[in-house]
């Protein structure tokens, strides 16, 4: 490692890896190191970049990938073969790696394939390790386009390497391949026609959540191959049925999430009780968990650019059930159409603070953000606030001074703090992204106290069978208490990133189009 190299912020994690997808059909990723080979050797070391210009993500690649829109994106761990064929290979070479280091320790994790799935019906895996296609496969006949994939085990598993790959389709089926040989195991019927919209597979990988456009969330047995449970959104409308936008798992598997419409609902997996029902004030397109042992919480990203952070607990038995600690850490725009302001993704970062998402906006921008200001508001709470204002009433004179100097250091204190952004070209569209990291995560031994209690629970996953009654909060009342992060419209991007990016994109463009007109002739 270069000593040169500045000193990391410890709320980032050791390594992270960022691919975004667009309308256009072209994949590109963002890293946290870069690649350099050295004269006197094959293999390729890496290296952390130079962070003295407080940028954390340098462009690694842009490429295009599919002929349609990017429809969906996930990232496995390296350990496993990440393209067709036998996985022997892969691992006997990672494996050698972790082996020969310098220091005899076992080398960090690194990110393995990349799943993408397109509007042209394919579904094309990548080797993030040399940065090249790795195969190619189509969805089975009269399933329609992938609408969104899922490794599982997830990359955030503990669990080890995936085995298997779920794909959601348009058919409303999902298809389950192994991921050693890519055949189908299991093509799975439970939504209607209108599709798969999201899914999401447990971090110990042996069972799944769905969401489709038919308004169903499905629970899959992915042991048996077979559908477990099925909760019916009550729809607002007789004619149109409410579509599941996003769906997501916590860190531990205890607990889920889903949103559909302007709702957020997240769910105890064990007791089947809500945690949350909320509504918010414009369509909520993606959620993420993000939290510690102080507490776990929902980041939202909605059309209106806002970015909202909610608290998802147990209610206490003196509390309201319209009583809900939330804060809007950023501010939705002030226009009738938010346009390229409207939060199109956000993604949670393992390792780091804990705290950590990554965001993507209609305009072309991904930013790193940091919401753990937002959760400490919260933590404080109006009750903290109330007595530290009667322990400063309380104080000398000769304290009021110091007193003042505090209460405008806690005004000054903001909900998210941007790390890093960085713009996809000029007019690109993304449609998805995912995150890969590793970090050391100070809340390793926390969760594995709990994987025990994982386990237990997910026998009574079953027994979830009757909806909770919906406990909402008044957002107009919450919101108001907790201060907000205005809306920065004068975001700051590196220039040279910018222009390659431009340069990058427009050449992956270039190819795609003579490989159409190839094709055409």
């Given at each position: 490692m270069d000593e040169s190299i500045t000193e990391t912020n410890p709320a980032i994690p050791t390594r992270l890896v960022i691919v975004a997808g667009t309308y256009d059909g072209v994949l590109a990723g963002w890293d946290t190191v870069e690649h350099v080979r050295e004269q006197d050797k094959n293999d390729i070391e890496l290296k952390l970049l130079r962070r003295n210009d407080g940028r954390y993500l340098k462009l690694s690649f842009a490429m295009a990938a599919h002929e349609g829109s990017v429809r969906c994106l996930d990232i496995a761990s390296a350990g496993a073969a990440p393209s067709g064929g036998s996985g022997d290979a892969s691992s006997k070479?990672?494996?050698?790696r972790q082996r020969n280091q310098d220091d005899g320790s076992e080398a960090p994790p690194e990110p393995g394939a990349l799943l993408s799935g397109g509007f042209d019906e394919t579904i094309n895996v990548f080797n993030l390790q040399k940065h090249c296609q790795a195969g190619e496969l189509k969805t089975p006949n009269d399933l329609g386009s992938p609408l969104c994939c899922s490794f599982a085990p997830p990359c955030s598993s503990t669990s080890g390497p995936p085995t298997h790959v779920l794909i959601g389709t348009t058919s409303g089926k999902i298809v389950l391949y192994k991921k050693r040989d890519w055949s189908v195991q299991h093509v799975l019927a439970g939504h209607d026609e209108g599709g798969v919209q999201?899914?999401?597979?447990?971090?110990?990988?042996?069972?799944?959540?769905?969401?489709?456009?038919?308004?169903?969330?499905?629970?899959?047995?992915?042991?048996?191959?077979?559908?477990?449970?099925?909760?019916?959104?009550?729809?607002?409308?007789?004619?149109?049925?409410?579509?599941?936008?996003?769906?997501?798992?916590?860190?531990?598997?205890?607990?889920?999430?889903?949103?559909?419409?302007?709702?957020?609902?997240?769910?105890?997996?064990?007791?089947?009780?809500?945690?949350?029902?909320?509504?918010?004030?414009?369509?909520?397109?993606?959620?993420?968990?993000?939290?510690?042992?102080?507490?776990?919480?929902?980041?939202?990203?909605?059309?209106?650019?806002?970015?909202?952070?909610?608290?998802?607990?147990?209610?206490?038995?003196?509390?309201?059930?319209?009583?809900?600690?939330?804060i809007m850490a950023i501010e939705p725009?002030?226009?009738?159409?938010?346009?390229?302001d409207r939060l199109k993704c956000i993604?949670?970062?393992?390792?780091?603070?804990?705290?950590?998402?990554?965001?993507?906006?209609?305009?072309?921008?991904?930013?790193?953000?940091?919401?753990?200001?937002?959760?400490?508001?919260?933590?404080?709470?109006?009750?903290?606030?109330?007595?530290?204002?009667?322990?400063?009433?309380?104080?000398?004179?000769?304290?009021?001074?110091?007193?003042?100097?505090?209460?405008?250091?806690?005004?000054?204190?903001?909900?998210?703090?941007?790390?890093?952004?960085?713009?996809?070209?000029?007019?690109?569209?993304?449609?998805?992204?995912?995150v890969w990291s590793f970090g050391d995560n100070e809340m390793?031994?926390?969760?594995?106290?709990?994987?025990?209690?994982?386990?237990?629970?997910?026998?009574?996953?079953?027994?979830?069978?009757?909806?909770?009654?919906?406990?909402?909060?008044d957002k107009g009342k919450k919101f108001n208490k907790y201060q907000t992060t205005q809306r920065n419209d004068t975001l700051e991007l590196d220039a040279a990133a910018v222009e390659k990016a431009r340069k990058l994109v427009g050449q992956a463009k270039k190819k795609q189009r003579k490989q159409k007109k190839k094709k055409a002739a």
């Amino acid at each position: 490692m270069d000593e040169s190299i500045t000193e990391t912020n410890p709320a980032i994690p050791t390594r992270l890896v960022i691919v975004a997808g667009t309308y256009d059909g072209v994949l590109a990723g963002w890293d946290t190191v870069e690649h350099v080979r050295e004269q006197d050797k094959n293999d390729i070391e890496l290296k952390l970049l130079r962070r003295n210009d407080g940028r954390y993500l340098k462009l690694s690649f842009a490429m295009a990938a599919h002929e349609g829109s990017v429809r969906c994106l996930d990232i496995a761990s390296a350990g496993a073969a990440p393209s067709g064929g036998s996985g022997d290979a892969s691992s006997k070479k990672v494996k050698k790696r972790q082996r020969n280091q310098d220091d005899g320790s076992e080398a960090p994790p690194e990110p393995g394939a990349l799943l993408s799935g397109g509007f042209d019906e394919t579904i094309n895996v990548f080797n993030l390790q040399k940065h090249c296609q790795a195969g190619e496969l189509k969805t089975p006949n009269d399933l329609g386009s992938p609408l969104c994939c899922s490794f599982a085990p997830p990359c955030s598993s503990t669990s080890g390497p995936p085995t298997h790959v779920l794909i959601g389709t348009t058919s409303g089926k999902i298809v389950l391949y192994k991921k050693r040989d890519w055949s189908v195991q299991h093509v799975l019927a439970g939504h209607d026609e209108g599709g798969v919209q999201c899914l999401a597979v447990h971090p110990t990988g042996k069972m799944a959540l769905t969401g489709g456009r038919d308004g169903k969330v499905c629970l899959w047995d992915l042991m048996k191959g077979r559908l477990a449970f099925v909760y019916k959104i009550p729809s607002r409308s007789k004619i149109r049925k409410e579509t599941v936008n996003d769906i997501v798992w916590c860190d531990d598997g205890t607990r889920y999430a889903f949103c559909y419409g302007t709702k957020i609902t997240a769910r105890d997996v064990a007791s089947g009780e809500d945690l949350l029902d909320v509504e918010m004030p414009s369509r909520v397109n993606q959620i993420a968990f993000i939290g510690g042992p102080e507490g776990m919480f929902l980041a939202a990203g909605c059309d209106d650019g806002g970015l909202p952070v909610l608290e998802v607990g147990q209610l206490e038995e003196d509390e309201d059930a319209d009583t809900r600690r939330a804060i809007m850490a950023i501010e939705p725009v002030d226009k009738v159409v938010a346009g390229d302001d409207r939060l199109k993704c956000i993604r949670s970062v393992e390792g780091g603070s804990g705290f950590l998402v990554v965001t993507a906006n209609s305009g072309g921008i991904v930013s790193l953000m940091d919401l753990e200001g937002a959760a400490r508001m919260m933590l404080s709470g109006p009750d903290g606030s109330e007595e530290e204002a009667d322990s400063k009433e309380s104080e000398s004179e000769d304290d009021s001074l110091d007193s003042d100097v505090g209460s405008n250091a806690m005004e000054v204190e903001v909900a998210v703090e941007i790390l890093d952004s960085v713009r996809l070209g000029s007019g690109a569209r993304i449609t998805d992204i995912s995150v890969w990291s590793f970090g050391d995560n100070e809340m390793g031994e926390v969760i594995d106290d709990e994987e025990d209690e994982v386990e237990e629970e997910e026998e009574d996953v079953e027994e979830v069978d009757d909806e909770p009654p919906a406990r909402t909060f008044d957002k107009g009342k919450k919101f108001n208490k907790y201060q907000t992060t205005q809306r920065n419209d004068t975001l700051e991007l590196d220039a040279a990133a910018v222009e390659k990016a431009r340069k990058l994109v427009g050449q992956a463009k270039k190819k795609q189009r003579k490989q159409k007109k190839k094709k055409a002739a």
